[in-house]
């Protein structure tokens, strides 16, 4: 009786195991990242920052949507010429290029799953990636500013 209960228990562990070790390699989004309120013009931005090399290196990687009012920001060591790819990302995103002083030196729409390079037109130390369109229907162009504390924290 118990090897044939020991039996049964290997075999219900055999078929337990890999959806266990396969859920452990599905890619899971970064949702727990620590916010900041951020604004442009009258509007304002929930958003993500991503400040770690591995919060920068997964983004917003696997996610399947994002509020219309909700980014990420992507806070850098020193400014640089900063570029992006949207490999394993499933939204259309824009990126803005900010620097310092909250400018945004440029705007750049990506796909999808591509991993055509987006970069900045000059050293920045921020990226805020929106949802594709949410600056165009706003009327946000280069040149307009970004408030927040992020930016007040940078001129000290």
Partial sequence: MFQRFAALLLVSASFL???????????????DLARTQLSVGLYKIDAQVAQSPREREIGLMFRKTMPQAEGMIFVFEQPATQCFWMRNTLLPLTAAFVAD????????????????SHCSEEPVRYVLEMNQGWFA????????????????????
């Fill in 137 to 156: 229907k706003k009327n946000i162009k280069k040149g307009a500013k970004l408030g927040g504390e992020l930016f007040s924290a940078a001129k000290r």
């Fill in 101 to 116: 002083d909250g400018r945004i030196v440029n705007l750049v729409d990506m796909q999808p799953m591509t991993e055509n």
């Fill in 17 to 31: 195991a890999p959806a266990h070790a396969q859920q452990q390699l599905q890619p899971q989004p970064q949702t």
